[in-house]
């Protein structure tokens, strides 16, 4: 025992104990938001709960259990609950009974010892809708124009209104958007009684068409009967899904999996942002790290390319040395502070001065915008493009230089015939981690342009098509803003699993790919080296 | 030939081009680095530069009386005057030169308005100045005048016009303030919209109050009515009076006493306190002010000091208590107080007419000098606390009715930011004693900002603290293992893998350890205890198990294996304790642990509390400094390793004599570096704790950092005001701590790269 001691080996155990700790950690974390995340899209089983409750009154629970934990005995004591006294725990479920309108909470706790009877009827139907939430309960009635029509004419029915909700959506956004994105321009312009009569007619018509299809949408109806038997009248206009989860097959299952993971990408969020999609959210990312790319990969090419072939070894040097490295651990806050004052009210301020005058006092560029947003991030991914890029280059053998100066080329032209096309998988790579950083960035976004619900995409049909003024959604600031700012965090938090989900696939998924490309490219080298 | 030299003269050309573009490119660097640098310090500097006072206009003006009273406009464009005679007359400060040609036109100096205030057999006796703009004019006859001179702005076609007028906001009858109509010697008011009060003594020696009760509201209708009260209280004479604007108290000093009495009881006016300074020998005081918001009453003395008075709770109720004292002069005693409308600054002024400018709650000399020769006839601070006006009479002319006016810019915009107030104890007013708080919005109007920046850098250092006692041992010991001990193969797959951390986006770990993470740990916190025996103990019993298998099942699962085996086993402890935790929850602790942290340990418990942010932190910490202390520990020559080991060293001795001694510089860095990360970390801070600004170290309780303060605050901050510069501060102080972290780390790590080479 002594000797085993003496020999080190029980600390180096301890020391691979770090290890596993941080393996645990990790993958635990991947896992965790993985389980969570998908298990969203997963279609539950509705249940009926018969209730019997401490004063012998029963009840009939509908919804999905949505977690389950055991609780001390002692902590009901209080209550006039009455339990096995010799039991140390009890367990609860947390089931999710929508029906909004109906009961103030959808969200309640049974005690397992309460449930009677547990079931999973056929005949249950989950109703997504566009207001008020989810719906449990048991279809009765089906009626097209007040008239009632087979179970069977669901379907029918749903697509009709589909249909019709998609007209009714582009009119709004892209026809109606345009007129309103116009006469505000004129507005600005002081020409308003140039065109203001003929958008004026064009926007009336518009309307009427848009009243007519919504008196069409609102046609049919759905009574439902609640879990205490109340029965609800939904008109088809709100309806979003109706599905019958015990109904459905395995296979059903998947396919529904898919499908609502599919609508979660391309939908647009409901109910402030606790229900429906991310689409705006994940546009808003893609297009503010694009733009952000955009910026940052030229300047973070040319300060690697200076510091790796045009540095001497000098003061300077090292101080450009240390600026890199301070630029890459400056907390990202401060490049949030940096960006609010000196891009969006200095920089931004002076512009609105000179070529938006006509809106002032509102701001143009001088307030938080998808613009500043990119070029703050900018400004923070680039250490991260230099020190990539510079890797690639320190990795090319000197006999390439050597080779291509004695043939007579410039340095310049080493550079752009030789050295750059040798290392733009290395820029690739610096570029890619620059994107999946500036993903997952939100502290400085919440200064200098993120929002919380941004009424226009930056990028839609009106010219200039693409609006660097705007705000713009952001799939981080998302999960901080439905995860902690919203009313019903409880209902929410599913979702904000989903969208991590998302994020972290994404960038994970970017930080792999710059692995193995930076890996074969190291290969690639070694191999040029013998 | 010729032809190629000129394409070689185009070709260099190109070059020296090139090399010009990726020149500047690469100074860029430098340059954003200083540019953030610079445009912090440009935005931090007004809070620290000190007021100034620039004489801005000075016209003559004609009174046959002495001038009593004097006031600006919001805008410092005109200016009105009192004299003795009761007349008022408004001067033009500002030529309003877009008027010139048209009737408008006014330029400077012109007498725009004169309104005789007081009936032809009246006399004035005194000139009391109140609250907003309100001048009561009181007569040798006993009776009171209220007037308000004010300025409207008009617009013609876009040019502004600024119209005075007087109004009587009280009717313009006469007022009675005593019920018995006697002659009144010293009088003070103040006045809302639901009633005025006045507080008076008479010439026979009675204190009295008057309120005046609105009937509906004095905005609309001036219609009140009167109840006479009188006070107890025995004095030969009486000094100053003075009324706070909520009308809940009135200070009477008579010789070097002050007497407070509450005035909110409807039916009797009781003493409260009594203010007595403690004097030199001969010193008296010699005037007296309320600050700004009522609070606090400054009392200026003849050996030239002002001490500040404001009520504390102690043992024995509210007591009023000296709280500083600034001595404004060295030689000459304090004939006047001017306090500001909504700051707590005030000026002070000598017979000499030697003034100064002071700031109370930072304790704040801003400003020192003589406008003047003598002392001025009067003086006013414009509404904007950007001006003063001075009337100063010109001695020379044969029957003294010649007045200079002077109009004076201050440059005054954050008196209550100081390097000390940032830094020290402040004692804000009704706070017992000095503290350190930072509490920026509050929902009242007359609230004081509360700028310490102690709460939110011990906030800071304590995240960073509890991150870092968790990261440090998890990344080191996982550095040292995967560095020295683990196979090629599997090395290549675990760092990776660790170092994927390194890319989650904090906001998810932050999401995490808000709404997963507070409330496990809250509900299993035995739990938490038992995983730091367990994990340890699980570790060294597997050790000892392998130990002792017989030599071909070693062969089989070799020790390079160990992180690998432990994965399981650490599962195993982790799961084991958190079904332990609620036995040990009910045994020990009561059934639930946080009331017995509550109530029998006595310290207060937080769901979001520093464990949480240490442990979520800590995640975010450990990719940084493992990746970096692996890379040191891994670039350690090999021919040393071996030579140790040549030379009998075990592993382990040759590891800690050799490897971790020649590497240590390369680990301290990395700690510094993930130092600056965890000072610098903003979402997993917001997410995680309360966001509550508090000075303890308590593990179970949340603190408010830097960087979330400045998420929190900055969006709603006023640009330009003394939060927003402020919070820039808090940046800046981040940006400098992360920069000595970085800027160190940097060094060594530079040094041990040329070290190692040289091996």
């Known amino acids: 025992m002594n000797s085993w001691f003496k020999s080190g080996s029980p600390w180096v155990w301890l020391s691979a104990g770090g290890v596993s700790i941080s393996l645990i950690s990790v993958l635990g974390l991947l896992w965790l938001i993985a389980s969570r995340g998908l298990s969203y899209f997963w279609p539950a089983q509705i249940v009926q709960f018969e209730m019997l409750d401490e004063h012998g009154v029963k009840s009939v629970v509908i919804g999905e259990i949505y977690d389950r934990e055991s609780i001390p005995t002692e902590q009901l004591a209080h209550t006039t609950i009455k339990l096995d006294p010799n039991q140390e725990t009890v367990e609860r479920l947390l089931i999710k009974t929508g029906n909004r309108e109906l009961v103030s909470l959808d969200f309640r706790w049974l005690l397992v010892p309460q449930i009677i009877k547990q079931s999973t009827p056929e005949n249950l139907v989950v109703i997504e809708r566009r207001t008020n939430g989810n719906f449990y309960g048991v279809i009765e009635t089906l009626k097209l124009d007040g008239e009632v029509v087979e179970l069977s004419q669901l379907t029918v029915l749903l697509e009709r209104v589909e249909y019709f909700q998609e007209q009714i959506d582009d009119l709004q956004k892209a026809d109606i958007g345009a007129i309103n994105y116009q006469l505000e321009r004129l507005r600005l312009k002081e020409r308003k009684h140039l065109l203001d009569d003929t958008l004026k007619a064009q926007y009336t018509q518009l309307e009427k068409k848009l009243m007519a299809l919504r008196h069409e949408i609102a046609r049919d109806q759905l009574t439902v009967r609640a ?59 893609v297009l503010m ?36 490295i301070n630029l890459a651990g400056v907390p990202s806050i401060v490049y949030g502070v940096f960006g609010l004052g000196f891009f969006v009210y200095m920089v931004g301020g002076s512009l609105d001065q000179l070529f938006y005058s006509e809106t002032l006092p509102s701001p143009t560029f001088g307030t938080p915008g998808v613009m500043w947003s990119a070029i703050t991030l900018a400004i923070l991914t680039l250490p991260v493009v230099i020190v990539s890029t510079e890797e690639g280059l320190s990795r090319i053998p000197s006999a390439m230089r050597h080779g291509s100066l004695a043939l007579g080329a410039t340095k310049a032209e080493t550079l752009w015939r030789i050295i750059l096309p040798i290392a733009s998988p290395a820029i690739m790579t610096g570029i890619i981690l620059a994107i999946a950083r500036a993903a997952g960035e939100v502290a400085p976004l919440m200064l200098v342009g ?10 839609d049909g009106n010219f200039p098509f693409l609006h660097l003024d705007r705000k713009f959604m952001h799939l981080g600031f998302h999960i901080y803003d439905v995860g902690f700012q919203s009313p019903n965090v409880e209902a929410a938090r599913p979702l904000v699993y989903a969208t991590a989900f998302l994020l972290i696939t994404i960038i994970v998924a970017l930080n792999m790919t710059a692995v193995s490309i930076r890996n074969k490219l190291r290969e690639k080298y070694k191999m040029l080296e013998h | 030939m010729a032809l190629a030299t000129k394409s070689a003269g185009i070709r260099q050309l190109k070059n020296s081009l090139a090399q010009w573009l990726i020149t500047l490119g690469g100074i860029g660097v430098l340059f954003t680095l200083i540019l953030i640098f610079m445009y912090l310090l440009y935005v931090i500097k007004p809070i620290f530069d000190s007021a100034t006072v620039e004489p801005l206009a000075n016209i003559s003006i004609e009174s046959s009386s002495p001038i009593l009273v004097t006031g600006v406009d919001e805008l410092k464009e005109l200016a009105y005057i009192i004299n003795e005679q009761g007349v008022i007359d408004f001067y033009q400060l500002k030529d309003n030169k877009a008027f010139i040609g048209s009737e408008e036109h006014q330029a400077v100096g012109n007498n725009l308005l004169s309104i005789e205030l007081l009936a032809a057999n009246e006399t004035l006796k005194q000139l009391i100045s109140s609250g907003v703009d309100h001048q009561l004019l009181l007569t040798e006859q006993g009776y009171v005048h209220l007037i308000r001179p004010t300025f409207t702005a008009s617009y013609q076609d876009d040019l502004r016009e600024i119209i005075p007028h007087v109004i009587y906001p009280l009717g313009e009858d006469v ?17 809302n919209d639901e009633q005025a009060m006045f507080v008076g003594f008479t010439q026979d020696g009675r204190l009295i109050k008057t309120t005046l009760v609105a009937e509906d509201d004095f905005s609309y209708d001036a219609e009140y009515e009167a109840i006479y009260q009188e006070i107890n209280f025995s004095a030969a004479d009486v000094d100053d009076i003075l009324i706070t604007p909520d009308m809940d108290m009135a200070f009477v000093r008579s010789g070097n006493q002050v007497s407070v009495f509450s005035l909110d009881d409807e039916y009797s006016v009781d003493l409260k306190d009594k203010i007595i300074p403690n004097l030199a ?50 030689s000459e005693a304090i004939s006047q107080i001017y306090t500001e409308q909504f700051r707590k600054s005030f000026y002070t002024i000598t017979p000499s007419g030697e003034m100064g400018l002071f700031y109370t709650t930072s304790h704040a000399d801003l400003w020192r000098g003589q406008l003047i020769d003598s002392r001025p006839s009067t003086m006013a601070i414009a509404p904007r606390a950007d001006g003063l006006i001075l009337i100063s009479p010109v001695q020379s002319t044969v029957n003294n009715n010649t007045f200079n006016l002077l109009l004076f810019a201050v440059e005054n915009e954050h008196p209550e930011v100081t390097w000390q107030a940032l830094w020290q104890e402040v004692w804000y007013e009704g706070y017992p004693e000095p503290d350190y708080i930072w509490q920026s919005t509050s929902g009242t109007d007359d609230f004081e900002g509360k700028f310490s920046l102690v709460p939110i850098t011990f906030g800071t250092m304590k995240a960073a603290f509890y991150a870092m006692l968790f990261a440090v041992p998890i990344a080191l010991t996982a550095a040292i293992y995967t560095a020295y001990f683990m196979t090629p193969g599997l090395r290549k797959k675990v760092k990776p893998t660790i170092e994927m951390m390194e890319a989650l986006p904090t906001v998810i770990l932050g999401f995490l350890a808000g709404l997963w993470l507070a409330p496990i740990i809250e509900n299993y916190l035995p739990a938490i205890g038992l995983l730091l025996i367990f994990l340890p103990l699980s570790t060294l019993l597997t050790a000892l198990a392998w130990h002792n298998l017989p030599k071909e099942w070693k062969n089989k699962i070799p020790e390079t294996w160990a992180p690998i085996l432990l994965i399981p086993v650490m599962i195993l402890a982790a799961y084991s304790a958190f079904s332990l935790s609620p036995i040990l929850e009910s045994y020990f602790f009561g059934g639930d642990v946080r009331q017995f942290i509550t109530n029998d340990i006595g310290i207060s418990f937080d769901q979001r509390n520093a464990l949480v942010v240490g442990i979520a932190m800590g995640f975010a910490v450990i990719p940084t400094i493992f990746s970096m202390a692996e890379d040191a520990i891994f670039s350690v020559p090999g021919h040393l390793t071996s030579g140790s080991l040549a030379l009998g060293a075990t592993q382990w001795q040759t590891l800690v004599k050799v490897i971790l001694l020649t590497a240590s510089p390369g680990i301290f860095s990395a700690v510094m570096m993930g130092l600056g990360r965890a000072v610098g970390e903003t979402m997993i801070v917001l997410m995680a704790t309360g966001n509550t600004p508090i000075l303890d170290w308590s593990i179970f309780q949340g603190m408010r950092t830097l960087a979330a303060n400045i998420a929190v605050e900055m969006p709603e901050s006023e640009v330009g005001s003394s939060h927003y510069r402020i919070l820039f501060l808090a940046a800046f102080v981040l940006f400098v701590f992360t920069f000595i972290f970085n800027t160190v780390a940097e060094f060594i790590r530079q040094h041990l790269r040329a070290k190692y080479s040289s091996m």
């Open chain 1, 450 to 459: 993120v929002v919380k619900m941004a009424p226009n995409l930056p990028l």
């Open chain 1, 227 to 285: 879990m205490d038997g109340q029965v609800v009248t939904i008109n088809f206009e709100d309806v979003l899904a109706v599905t019958f989860n015990n109904q459905l097959s395995t296979f059903d299952k998947v396919g529904l999996f898919f499908s609502q993971i599919g609508g979660f990408i391309v939908d647009d969020p409901r109910e402030a942002n606790t229900e429906g999609g991310v689409f705006p959210a994940i546009f808003g990312t």
């Open chain 2, 175 to 191: 007022l009675v303030v005593d019920e018995q109509e006697q002659m009144i010697e010293k009088l003070a008011f103040m006045k």
């Open chain 1, 289 to 324: 790290v694009l733009l952000m790319t955009v910026i940052v990969s030229p300047f973070g090419v040319i300060a690697a390319i200076y510091l790796h072939e045009y540095a001497g070894n000098n003061a300077l040097t090292k101080l450009l040395r240390i600026s890199v």
């Open chain 2, 281 to 330: 020998n001969d010193e008296i005081i010699t005037s007296m002010a309320l600050l700004s918001g009522g609070s606090s009453l400054l009392i200026g003395t003849s050996g030239g000091e002002v001490s500040q008075w404001f009520e504390i709770s102690t043992v024995n109720g509210r007591v009023f208590k000296q709280v500083r004292t600034f001595s404004a002069s060295s």
